[in-house]
């Protein structure tokens, strides 16, 4: 069977050996997925060290078991990301792999519950691992892969955002969940896309732009009437692409009549898209990163005083 539809990509550096549920792995050979390890054997150092040899970056389970998996992860989380033996690397590679599977459920399907619950706490343990471990960022960082841009940096994008706001401003808890919910979710109207535009490798028509930036609005009246998620969330999502001076888009607002978690989140955003390698470009360093976003706070993207305390706090977790 080679159909994609039925296979889930799990990073290897985020199967612990002895943390993992006993589930059948398979290596995609060509268009094909060939069995690595039944279910009755344990994975194994001696695994990953092998996988390691031959750069196999990921094993592939069925999506009959991402359920189990999922399940497993979550539950063993908080004792992973608690544990002393672990290199800063390690949990956030742990962290990145189960945010992720948590953000491809709730882009799926948005309006079970479950789904915002399960949203609602890896929120919680992005934001005590990004707040508690001074490395956080720039492990999470080294585990970001390309192969699944969209997830990867929604991840991304909501640990840095979370670290941020957590950093400057004064919100309360729930307010937190929900600036890393709303993170998770901000190019939730990717999903109206065709994917024959999200993945052009070639510059886009002005149809094609205007469509991918239809992303903002159309993932705002989506969620929204979805019933389930509040002003924060739905702010983000809506106007994560507004710029300072209303050049943005979806609605040009302009200066501080953007809400200031959209405002924290563009900053992340861009960020975040710049040192990523994407189809048309290299990822830029932190330091190039920066000078870019700095051109552009100088003519009025960003209200300066925000991009100021954004680079400082980035400063911080990138000392290079
Ligand atoms: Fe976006």
């Known amino acids: 069977m080679s159909n994609d539809r039925f296979w889930r990509a799990i990073s290897i550096d985020s199967i612990s050996s002895e943390l993992f549920p006993r589930v059948a792995l398979y290596l995609k050979s060509g268009s094909n997925y060939v069995l690595y390890k039944d279910p009755d054997r344990?994975?194994?150092?001696?695994?990953?060290?092998?996988?390691?040899?031959?750069?196999?970056?990921?094993?592939?389970?069925?999506?009959?078991?991402?359920?189990?998996?999922?399940?497993?992860?979550?539950?063993?989380?908080?004792?992973?990301?608690?544990?002393?033996?672990?290199?800063?690397?390690?949990?956030?590679?742990i962290l990145y792999q189960t945010s992720v599977n948590c953000v491809i459920d709730i882009f799926e399907s948005p309006e079970p519950t479950s789904n915002l619950v399960r949203c609602r706490n890896m929120v919680r343990h992005i934001l005590q691992y990004v707040s508690s471990d001074p490395h956080a960022m720039v492990s999470v960082q080294k585990v970001i892969d390309t192969g699944f841009y969209l997830f990867t940096h929604t991840v991304q994008?909501?640990?840095?955002?979370?670290?941020?706001?957590?950093?400057?401003?004064?919100?309360?808890?729930?307010?937190?969940?929900?600036?890393?919910?709303?993170?998770?979710?901000?190019?939730?109207?990717?999903?109206?896309?065709?994917?024959?535009?999200?993945?052009?490798?070639?510059?886009?028509?002005?149809?094609?732009?205007?469509?991918?930036?239809?992303?903002?609005?159309?993932?705002?009246?989506?969620?929204?009437?979805?019933?389930?998620?509040?002003?924060?969330?739905?702010n983000i999502v809506r106007y994560h692409h507004e710029r300072y001076d209303g050049n943005g888009y979806p609605t040009g607002l302009k200066g501080d009549d953007i809400p200031r978690s959209g405002q924290v989140a563009a900053l992340c955003d861009v960020y975040s898209a710049l040192i990523m390698d994407r189809p048309q470009r290299k990822a830029n360093s932190h330091a190039d990163a920066i000078k870019i976003m700095r051109e552009e706070a100088k003519s009025g993207a960003f209200k300066l005083e925000l991009f100021n305390n954004f680079v400082e706090i980035i400063h911080k977790r990138n000392p290079s």
Do not use: P
């Open 42 to 93: 344990m994975f194994s150092a001696e695994d990953h060290h092998r996988l390691e040899r031959n750069s196999s970056r990921f094993l592939y389970v069925r999506s009959g078991d991402v359920d189990s998996i999922n399940e497993f992860m979550e539950n063993s989380l908080a004792e992973m990301l608690a544990r002393d033996d672990l290199s800063s690397t390690a949990k956030s590679r």
């Open 157 to 234: 994008v909501a640990a840095l955002t979370l670290l941020v706001n957590s950093e400057l401003f004064k919100l309360a808890h729930d307010e937190m969940i929900d600036v890393g919910i709303g993170c998770l979710l901000h190019d939730y109207g990717m999903t109206f896309i065709t994917n024959e535009v999200l993945e052009k490798n070639d510059a886009l028509s002005d149809i094609e732009y205007w469509k991918v930036k239809q992303h903002t609005q159309k993932g705002y009246e989506y969620l929204k009437q979805s019933g389930h998620y509040g002003e924060i969330v739905l």
